[in-house]
């Protein structure tokens, strides 16, 4: 499922993403790699999706978290 999908509190391993190499570069980059545990801080409507990934937060675009498939 997306990783907009997961409400605020529950942790999800990351899966694939569905992106370019632009994209899952920069993820990558930013410690989203398959495999990596995330929780969702803050996934407000229209707010900010906030997650935490190994003791880091970081904010992500909705548009973005629709391109996260987590389990």
């Known amino acids: 499922m ?3 999908m997961v ?3 529950q942790c999800v391993h990351l899966v694939a993403v569905d992106a370019g190499r632009g994209l ?3 993820l990558a980059d930013m410690g989203l790699v398959p495999g990596v545990e995330i929780e969702v801080v803050s996934n407000a ?3 900010p999706f906030i997650v935490a990934v190994k003791g880091c937060r970081m904010v992500l675009g909705h548009g973005i978290t629709q391109k996260i498939m987590v389990a």
Do not use: E, S, V
């Open 7 to 9: 409400k605020a509190g």
């Open 2 to 4: 997306p990783l907009a």
């Open 24 to 26: 899952q570069a920069r």
């Open 45 to 47: 409507l229209h707010g």
